[in-house]
Structures are given as C-alpha cells and as structure tokens.
C-alpha cells in the first residue's frame, strides 16, 4: 500500500515536472525561437530594413501561436526541447551570416 | 495532456483561460466601454452646455484670424492646424474651431512643445472652455484596458501582453479542440448542468469569432516593437534613438521643418478648389507646414469619413507660395498602412453608428466567453454531489473570485459613474477616486464572495449591480440638468443613449440576478437537502 502510494507520488511529481518542462519550452523557447526567426525574416525580406522588421515583427505572434502549439502536441519532451533549441542555434546562425558586415 | 492533438489542446485550452480569465474580464469590459468612450466622457462632464454651435464669422475670415493668432503664438512651428467647426464622425461630437501647432524640436530632440487654443468663432479670441468637474472619464475606463490601473506602465504593457497572447492561444486551441464547430453553433441544451455551460460557451465563442482572433491579434500589433523588440533592437540598436529612428523610417517620417508662415497664395483659391471637389461645407481644416529645401504646403483636408483605411482621408495638397496643386503623397509605407489597418481594426476608428453597436456587442459576447468559460471550469470540477462553495480551499477560491469578477467588476464600473456624481467637485485627487471607488468595489465583493454562501453572495452581487446600473438615469436627474426629460426632448442621443444603456445594463443584471436565484436558492426553499445539486447548478 506504501509502495503504491509512494509511486502515485512519484508519478505525479513527475507528470507535474513534464508539464513544467512543457510550459518553459513552449513559452520561453518559443519566445526565444519566434524572436529569432523574425530576425531572421527581417534579413531575408527583400524590403527597405524598417518594413521589413515591421512586417516580421508582426508576423512573430504567429510564429510563436504556431510554436507554443506544436511544443504541446508533441509527444516526447525531449523532442520539444531538441527541436526549439538546434532551430535556434539554425536561425543564429544564418543571422550572423546574413548581417550586414558579415556578423559583430 | 498526452492523449492525442485534440486533447493536448483542450489542455492548453483550459489553463491558458484559467490562468489569466478575470484579467481578460476586466481588459474586456473597460475595453467594451471604450467603444463609447466620447460619450462616457461626455456624460461624465455634465457642466457642458447642451448646444456648442456659436455664431461664425465667414470662413475665409476665420482661418484669416486663425492665422492672426498662430503668428502671435507659435512663431517657430513645425506645423500650424486649423481646424473649423464642424460634427466630426470620427469622434461622434462637434469640433470647436481651434488651431494646433507643434514647436520646431530643440537640439537633441525629435518632437517639440505642442500647443492648442479654441477659438471664438466670431472673432478669434481664446474661448475659455466651460469649467468642468475633475473626471477621468470614458477615456480612463478605456486606458485601463491596455495599462490596466496602479501600476508601472511598462509592467502593465508586458501584464497585457502576457494576457493577451494566452488568450490568443486558449482561442486558436479552443477552436481545434471543437470538433463540430459549425453544428455545435447551433446546438443550446438549457437546463442540462455542465453541458449547458459548455454550450453557451461554446455558442458565444463561435458567434464572434472572428472579431475575437482580431481583438487579440491587433491587440498584440499595438506593442509588436514592446513585445517583440528584437528585430528592431538588432538591426537599429537597442536605445530610445534607434528606436524613434525606426518609426520614422516606418511612417517615412524623415523630415526637418521650417517655421510655418502665413501662406502667400490667396487661400480662396484652394479653397475653392476643395469646395469643387467635395462640395460646400466639407473642409475640416487646413495644416501649414514646410520640409526644409521644399516649398511651403498648405493641407486641405475633408471631414473625416468612416472608412477604414482612415489615414487615407481625402486631401488637397497646394504650393503655399504660388498657390499650384500639388500630389499628395501616400501615407506612410506599404508595412506601416498594414499595421495602420490592424489597429484600426481594432479601435473600430472607422466605425458608423451601427457598426460601432456591433463592436459594442461583439465586446459583450467577449465578456460573456470569459464569464461563461470561467464558471464552466467551475462546473465541470465540481465533484459530483457536492454543492458549490464547498469544495477545496482552491476550488472555493476559484469560485469567489469568479463572482467577483464577473458580477462585482461590473458593479464597480457603475460605481465609478455613481462616485463622477457623487463625489465633491473640489475634492483633491477627483479623478483617481472615481477610479478607486471602481477598484475598492471589485474588492469588497471578492471578500464578500469569500466569506459569504457562494450561492446567495451571486445573487446578491447581481442585484446589487442590477440597482447600481439602473439607477443611475434617477441619479442624473437629482444631480444634474442633463436628465431624460430634457435630453430626449432636445434629441441630445450621447446623453440619452448613455442613461438608457445603463438601465439596458440595470435589466441584464437583474434577469441574471433572478435566473440564479430561481435555480439555486428557490429550489433550496423547497427544503429539501436532498435534491440533486447537478438539477441545483442549472444555471448558475
């Protein structure tokens, strides 16, 4: 009965820390990642520089809608993580490539 | 929250929308209001004489005296406006005759001193406004939407932003989590309990759907550079100056000014020209600026039509100094238009009579899934046979802030335009107690709520709200003379409308206040302890 109560515990503390994890992902990794990838877009964006960080910045609520809902409805954590975290390592990269005089 | 798509977004669903529901309540109320907000603040100044129409001197004579005063008083401006009397549908009232100017920026900075003056339409002299009482008004109702009350402004901003991105999310959630959106929109089952909660929710939700992806959407494009400052903050730098050369560059506003002089062309001409075009009386004013190595321009513009690309509002643009008709330039950038139509959009800026009530109703609907949603949540955890209010310390917390909420916040709000007539006019800080007095109600019926049957303290909120709304047409007329009986006679409709929307108000409150009490307490009266609670929370 112990045994089985202590395991109830522990799973619910461990679905309560999967959730946790989720949320960071999804909120601030997806802040992190949709702030990134608008920059990104503004570079790309064959516009005068302020429409195109206008128009980018917009958009960037849609990136970060679209990402929070994919890092929610993706069944492995890991996976979540892994994937927010090497697309904006991507997306640095190109930026640093993309800037004007080659990246600071 | 691993059961598949449909059921991670229920998930989300329901604890985005817990998590920030009553501030979305009261962002939607005070932002409902705002759709109203001249006429609030009309009603709230009640000193101002009914008709504002004065005697006029003919026009040319008027802007000729016009001009008078702007040399006298702003020598070194940037611009000069004139603007002539006339009923402007952008702000649903009449225009007084005034000039506008803004000072050339001193070194250093982007924007001079800003300076206005309402004239006498007769002879150009400073027309003192009638005093009136220290009042907030409908304009601070509507601020409190967006820089909420109290607080650091730019905590408020992020507050928001927080918000209204979850909201953003519980709606694009909530419709994925639908899978009959188009049959459920026709689906009402009354009296069923929980379903019934979910239906209404559901009804309401898709109902205004699409202003609600809008509201949200816009809402978030007001701040994007706040919310979202990185794009900007990279490629322009991340300082106050970086930041004020982007919107120039966005708004394509890279100008410096020469003072603004007396044109030397003969303004009848122009004049003339904008009647041609657009026929008598539609000049709404007249803007005299100069961009440093250009010529000097003078701005016709015409009242302002509701339209919604607004910036768009017809315009004849003529040489200052030979009188030749010019091209008026766009307004601003393809980028900056887009973002000027999302805003738009979203302030209803454009709005006639009938489409600013839809607006007005579509808020209400608003108000109406936040509440619904919130008690549904209740509803639906409540475990089976227990009466509400009698659940855990968080339950019971959850519920007392939801009376609060959604029947004491709106009490609040008639408590604010009680305290407008009530209070002392020369009582210091006038404005900000019209404000406390809504904030001090919204918390005493929290603490009511959490010490108080749950049940009773719903219906006696309600009733409470239902008296405070409609009473409020019986207080204007023992505290003023801008009462019913003589505003509908004169046909004044800000101020009619604004009495009788408040007894429209007082009525709601009072059918809902009656709906609970027959579900909840009439049923207990039959003493019998027994009955089942799913039949007592019909409708709660």
């Known amino acids: 009965m112990t045994a089985l109560l202590r395991r109830a515990f522990t799973d619910s503390a461990r679905y309560r820390w999967a959730v946790f994890s989720r949320v960071l992902a999804a909120f601030v990794g997806g802040y992190v990642l949709s702030s990134l990838l608008s920059l990104l877009l503004a570079l790309l964006w064959p516009i005068p520089q302020a429409e195109a960080i206008g128009a980018s910045t917009m958009l960037s609520f849609i990136f970060y809608a679209l990402i929070i809902i994919w890092a929610f409805n993706t069944r492995r954590l890991r996976t979540v993580w892994l994937g927010i975290l090497l697309s904006s390592v991507l997306c640095l990269a190109l930026v640093w490539w993309l800037m004007p005089g080659g990246g600071v | 929250m691993k059961e598949g798509f449909r059921q991670s977004m229920a998930w989300l669903h329901t604890w985005t929308g817990l998590v920030v529901g009553w501030v979305l309540f009261f962002m939607f109320v005070t932002g409902t209001a705002g759709y109203f907000h001249y006429e609030i603040t009309r009603w709230m100044e009640p000193e101002r004489p009914l008709v504002e129409a004065l005697p006029t001197a003919e026009r040319a004579q008027m802007i000729s005296l016009a001009l008078d005063q702007l040399e006298q008083r702003a020598p070194n401006a940037a611009n000069w406006?004139?603007?002539?009397?006339?009923?402007?549908?952008?702000?649903?009232?009449?225009?007084?005759?005034?000039?506008?100017?803004?000072?050339?920026?001193?070194?250093?900075?982007?924007?001079?001193?800003?300076?206005?003056?309402?004239?006498?339409?007769?002879?150009?002299?400073?027309?003192?406004?009638?005093?009136?009482?220290?009042?907030?008004?409908?304009?601070?109702?509507?601020?409190?939407?967006?820089?909420?009350?109290?607080?650091?402004?730019?905590?408020?901003?992020?507050?928001?932003?927080?918000?209204?991105?979850?909201?953003?999310?519980?709606?694009?959630?909530?419709?994925?989590?639908?899978?009959?959106?188009?049959?459920?929109?026709?689906?009402?089952?009354?009296?069923?309990?929980?379903?019934?909660?979910?239906?209404?929710?559901?009804?309401?939700?898709?109902?205004?759907?699409?202003?609600?992806?809008?509201?949200?959407?816009?809402?978030?494009?007001?701040?994007?550079?706040?919310?979202?400052?990185?794009?900007?903050?990279?490629?322009?730098?991340?300082?106050?100056?970086?930041?004020?050369?982007?919107?120039?560059?966005?708004?394509?506003?890279?100008?410096?000014?020469?003072?603004?002089?007396?044109?030397?062309?003969?303004?009848?001409?122009?004049?003339?020209?904008?009647?041609?075009?657009?026929?008598?009386?539609?000049?709404?004013?007249?803007?005299?600026?100069?961009?440093?190595?250009?010529?000097?321009?003078?701005?016709?513009?015409?009242?302002?039509?509701?339209?919604?690309?607004?910036?768009?509002?017809?315009?004849?643009?003529?040489?200052?100094?030979?009188?030749?008709?010019?091209?008026?330039?766009?307004?601003?950038?393809?980028?900056?238009?887009?973002?000027?139509?999302?805003?738009?959009?979203?302030?209803?800026?454009?709005?006639?009579?009938?489409?600013?009530?839809?607006?007005?109703?579509?808020?209400?609907?608003?108000?109406?899934?936040?509440?619904?949603?919130?008690?549904?949540?209740?509803?639906?955890?409540?475990?089976?046979h227990e009466l509400p209010g009698t659940g855990s310390i968080n339950m019971r917390l959850i519920e007392a802030l939801n009376v609060a909420t959604i029947a004491g916040l709106p009490l609040g709000v008639a408590g604010y335009f009680w305290a407008n007539r009530l209070l002392p006019v020369d009582i210091a800080e006038r404005a900000n107690w019209e404000a406390n007095v809504l904030f001090l109600l919204w918390g005493e019926a929290f603490l009511y709520a959490c010490f108080r049957d749950i049940r009773k303290a719903w219906v006696e909120i309600l009733w409470l709200a239902a008296a405070a709304f409609a009473l409020i047409p019986l207080l204007n007329l023992l505290t003023t003379d801008k009462h019913l009986g003589l505003t509908l006679p004169a046909g004044e409709w800000v101020l009619a409308g604004f009495d009788l929307s408040m007894l429209g108000l007082g009525i709601a409150f009072g059918w809902m206040a009656i709906k609970v009490r027959r579900r909840w307490l009439a049923n207990e009266r039959k003493a019998n302890p027994t009955t089942h609670p799913a039949r007592m929370e019909k409708s709660a």
Request: aromatic letters at 12%.
């Open chain 2, 81 to 384: 406006d004139i603007t002539l009397p006339h009923y402007s549908p952008l702000s649903r009232g009449w225009q007084d005759f005034s000039i506008r100017w803004e000072d050339l920026p001193e070194p250093g900075h982007d924007h001079g001193a800003r300076g206005n003056a309402t004239l006498n339409p007769l002879t150009g002299e400073h027309l003192e406004s009638t005093p009136v009482r220290a009042t907030g008004g409908g304009e601070l109702l509507y601020e409190m939407h967006y820089r909420l009350h109290y607080m650091d402004l730019l905590l408020a901003y992020y507050l928001v932003g927080i918000c209204t991105l979850l909201m953003f999310m519980a709606i694009i959630t909530g419709v994925i989590t639908h899978k009959k959106i188009f049959k459920d929109f026709f689906t009402f089952r009354p009296g069923k309990g929980q379903r019934s909660w979910l239906d209404a929710h559901n009804v309401i939700s898709v109902m205004a759907l699409p202003f609600f992806i809008m509201i949200t959407y816009s809402g978030l494009v007001f701040f994007d550079t706040t919310y979202m400052p990185t794009s900007m903050a990279v490629l322009y730098g991340p300082d106050r100056e970086s930041r004020d050369q982007y919107f120039d560059d966005l708004y394509a506003q890279n100008h410096d000014h020469q003072a603004a002089r007396r044109p030397q062309a003969p303004l009848s001409e122009m004049l003339a020209s904008a009647d041609a075009a657009w026929g008598e009386g539609q000049v709404k004013s007249l803007l005299i600026q100069q961009d440093t190595g250009e010529a000097p321009r003078v701005e016709i513009s015409r009242i302002d039509v509701n339209e919604l690309r607004w910036y768009d509002g017809e315009k004849q643009v003529f040489n200052a100094d030979t009188g030749e008709a010019l091209p008026s330039a766009p307004y601003g950038t393809p980028t900056s238009r887009t973002r000027q139509v999302i805003t738009a959009l979203h302030e209803g800026r454009f709005a006639g009579p009938w489409l600013r009530w839809l607006y007005f109703a579509a808020g209400l609907l608003g108000c109406a899934m936040i509440a619904t949603g919130l008690v549904l949540w209740t509803v639906k955890r409540r475990k089976q």
